[in-house]
């Protein structure tokens, strides 16, 4: 937002911090502070509004920097989150090595709960399976500036999956799975510039799906299942004071007193407890020849209502302010202390947060080919509906943090093709490529889910060592095209385009999948 010259307060700021150390950081006349230098212009105390010149008392800086901070505090200005990124594909081995191809041909371990229900029809007795998914994400972002670069700091992802059928009839077949298809975990150092947009984050959404499927002829054959939906959101962010509203009279933000922009004050932790959604997932296999099946499924958008906490705790800024400052407080009084009162009685306490996110709806066709009787053949389209996600509405307790997360996501599709041939009755080996249109424009890729155009290449194996025991390993190389993208918001008042993009995302992953079948 632009302002009045009246309003910049601290004119040109030179910041002295290669002569001090980071906790010797001082205002004095102009400011001291590690990094940014500025050009230095005088400051007289004629040049403040008559509100900031009356604070000539620093017993009363504290309560009113609360008051005036607690007005027009944003603590999530412009934060975006993104997502073709937190698709996860990996609800099998056996489907994960073939590269997610599963519409028109089932694995015969319960994951065509997901794949696609109607293939439980085909169950012959008691199947139990379960396994996980690794998922080890590597990379980092590289400043066009400073080509100075910082690595993601990811944890391994554990993902589950769990499916227990039973084939009631010939023609009728029951199961109940849980699965985990949506999910989204990106860590990045504290310190990185893009932690204002968010450093540590995690969505998941598990699935759980009561399922029957019967074969109504002997080609064609049906399924659907309820889904219940248990989502649960954290999202960590550093909060820059220098874009707080200083003054609710004259819309005086903190950088326009000569708080630099990139100013930690605090940080905000946004934790749901477990939501509920509901939804349901159908489907359809016609066997059109002898060799060639043709499949679709259909999984519902589930609306989640999120409610949870927000939290905020103090970061120090290791300023202090020099004599004839704006807020009339003694010279060598520390930012922090003025600050410290939004944290404890202000409008930074802990508190109740509500919001809302849309699992989006997936439509999957494809077709699987017996091409010789050990060899396999399949491909499978997929578009999720990801465009129905505009933003996200973030609603405090106190209604003047009140904000929306901005998304502004595009439909994606992916082509998947696998192959599956059995070397033997105990040996099998499979292959696939998957290739993924992201969600996000290229004006939102940021810090908390950095996605490009994937192309994955995956390979698997499966033995059955005993006989009703079967165990699928299955191993995919995501190789996730690098992509410009920014670390920070718009500021207030700017509007967000690809003008922000300051560097270069290059985010991999390796994902790994093991999973145990027993058939009785």
Same mark, same amino acid.
């Given at each position: 937002?632009?302002?009045?010259?009246?309003?910049?307060?601290?004119?040109?700021?030179?910041?002295?911090?290669?002569?001090?150390?980071?906790?010797?950081?001082?205002?004095?006349?102009?400011?001291?502070?590690?990094?940014?230098?500025?050009?230095?212009?005088?400051?007289?105390?004629?040049?403040?509004?008559?509100?900031?010149?009356?604070?000539?008392?620093?017993?009363?800086?504290?309560?009113?920097?609360?008051?005036?901070?607690?007005?027009?505090?944003?603590?999530?200005?412009?934060?975006?989150?993104?997502?073709?990124?937190?698709?996860?594909?990996?609800?099998?081995?056996?489907?994960?090595?073939?590269?997610?191809?599963?519409?028109?041909?089932?694995?015969?371990?319960?994951?065509?709960?997901?794949? %696609?229900?109607?293939?439980?029809?085909?169950?012959?007795?008691?199947?139990?399976?379960?396994?996980?998914?690794?998922?080890?994400?590597?990379?980092?972002?590289?400043?066009?500036?400073?080509? #100075?670069?910082?690595?993601?700091?990811?944890?391994?992802?554990?993902?589950?999956?769990?499916?227990?059928?039973?084939?009631?009839?010939?023609?009728?077949?029951?199961?109940?799975?849980?699965?985990?298809?949506?999910?989204?975990?990106?860590?990045?150092?504290?310190?990185?510039?893009? #932690?204002?947009?968010?450093?540590?984050? %995690?969505?998941?959404? &598990?699935?759980?799906?009561?399922?029957?499927?019967?074969?109504?002829?002997?080609?064609?054959?049906?399924?659907?299942?309820?889904?219940?939906?248990?989502?649960?959101?954290?999202?960590?962010?550093?909060?820059?004071?220098?874009?707080?509203?200083?003054?609710?009279?004259?819309?005086?933000?903190?950088?326009?007193?000569?708080?630099?922009?990139?100013?930690?004050?605090?940080?905000?932790?946004?934790?749901?407890?477990?939501?509920?959604?509901?939804?349901?997932?159908?489907?359809?296999?016609?066997?059109?020849?002898?060799?060639?099946?043709?499949?679709?499924?259909? +999984?519902?958008?589930?609306?989640?209502?999120?409610?949870?906490?927000?939290?905020?705790?103090?970061?120090?800024?290791?300023?202090?302010?020099?004599?004839?400052?704006?807020?009339? #407080?003694?010279?060598?009084?520390?930012?922090?202390?003025?600050?410290?009162?939004?944290? &404890?009685?202000?409008?930074?306490?802990?508190?109740?947060?509500?919001?809302?996110?849309?699992?989006?709806?997936?439509?999957?066709?494809?077709?699987?080919?017996?091409?010789?009787?050990?060899?396999?053949?399949?491909?499978?389209?997929?578009?999720?509906?990801?465009?129905?996600?505009?933003?996200?509405?973030?609603?405090?307790?106190?209604?003047?943090?009140?904000?929306?997360?901005?998304?502004?996501?595009?439909?994606?599709?992916?082509?998947?093709?696998?192959?599956?041939?059995?070397?033997?009755?105990?040996?099998?080996?499979?292959?696939?490529?998957?290739?993924?249109?992201?969600?996000?424009?290229?004006?939102?890729?940021?810090?908390?889910?950095?996605?490009?155009?994937?192309?994955?290449?995956?390979?698997?194996?499966?033995?059955?060592?005993?006989?009703?025991?079967?165990?699928?390993?299955?191993?995919?190389?995501?190789?996730? %095209?690098?992509?410009?993208?920014?670390?920070?918001?718009?500021?207030?008042?700017?509007?967000? +385009? &690809?003008?922000?993009?300051?560097?270069?995302?290059?985010?991999?992953?390796? %994902?790994?999948?093991?999973?145990? &079948?027993?058939?009785?």
């Amino acid at each position: 937002m632009g302002s009045m010259p009246i309003f910049r307060l601290w004119r040109g700021i030179q910041f002295m911090g290669a002569q001090k150390s980071a906790s010797d950081r001082q205002f004095r006349g102009t400011i001291s502070y590690r990094h940014s230098p500025l050009t230095t212009r005088r400051f007289s105390m004629q040049h403040l509004p008559t509100w900031l010149r009356s604070l000539r008392h620093a017993t009363a800086l504290p309560l009113v920097l609360a008051i005036m901070v607690g007005l027009h505090f944003n603590p999530l200005a412009d934060t975006d989150a993104h997502a073709q990124g937190f698709g996860i594909f990996e609800q099998s081995s056996c489907v994960s090595s073939t590269g997610g191809t599963a519409v028109a041909n089932s694995c015969g371990d319960g994951s065509a709960i997901y794949f %696609n229900p109607s293939g439980l029809a085909e169950t012959s007795g008691w199947t139990f399976s379960g396994g996980v998914t690794n998922i080890i994400q590597f990379g980092d972002f590289t400043f066009d500036e400073t080509r #100075a670069s910082t690595d993601i700091d990811s944890p391994v992802s554990v993902v589950p999956h769990v499916y227990a059928t039973y084939g009631a009839t010939e023609r009728l077949g029951v199961g109940l799975g849980v699965y985990v298809p949506f999910g989204l975990n990106t860590r990045w150092p504290a310190d990185f510039e893009g #932690a204002f947009s968010g450093f540590d984050n %995690n969505l998941q959404s &598990t699935y759980i799906q009561p399922t029957v499927a019967y074969q109504l002829t002997d080609r064609i054959r049906v399924g659907g299942g309820l889904i219940v939906a248990l989502g649960t959101v954290e999202l960590n962010q550093r909060l820059d004071l220098s874009e707080q509203v200083a003054d609710p009279v004259t819309g005086t933000r903190f950088g326009e007193l000569g708080i630099p922009r990139g100013t930690a004050f605090g940080e905000g932790k946004l934790e749901s407890d477990p939501s509920v959604g509901i939804g349901g997932n159908i489907g359809l296999q016609a066997k059109l020849t002898d060799r060639l099946t043709f499949g679709a499924r259909f +999984t519902t958008p589930i609306d989640i209502d999120y409610s949870g906490e927000a939290s905020f705790q103090q970061v120090s800024t290791g300023i202090q302010l020099p004599a004839n400052n704006p807020f009339g #407080a003694p010279a060598g009084t520390p930012l922090d202390a003025i600050v410290e009162q939004s944290f &404890t009685e202000g409008p930074l306490v802990t508190q109740d947060l509500e919001t809302e996110i849309t699992m989006p709806a997936q439509l999957v066709a494809g077709f699987s080919f017996q091409a010789t009787e050990r060899l396999n053949l399949m491909v499978d389209y997929q578009w999720t509906g990801w465009s129905t996600l505009e933003e996200v509405p973030l609603d405090f307790e106190n209604s003047e943090l009140d904000n929306a997360i901005i998304l502004n996501y595009d439909d994606t599709n992916n082509l998947r093709v696998g192959a599956e041939f059995a070397i033997d009755d105990v040996w099998t080996v499979r292959g696939g490529y998957v290739y993924n249109t992201p969600a996000s424009p290229d004006e939102t890729v940021t810090p908390l889910a950095p996605e490009s155009e994937r192309n994955r290449l995956a390979l698997g194996l499966g033995v059955k060592p005993l006989s009703g025991v079967e165990l699928n390993v299955g191993y995919q190389f995501v190789n996730q %095209n690098d992509r410009r993208g920014r670390t920070r918001g718009a500021a207030p008042g700017q509007e967000i +385009t &690809t003008e922000l993009n300051d560097g270069l995302f290059s985010v991999d992953s390796h %994902n790994i999948t093991a999973t145990l &079948t027993v058939r009785l």
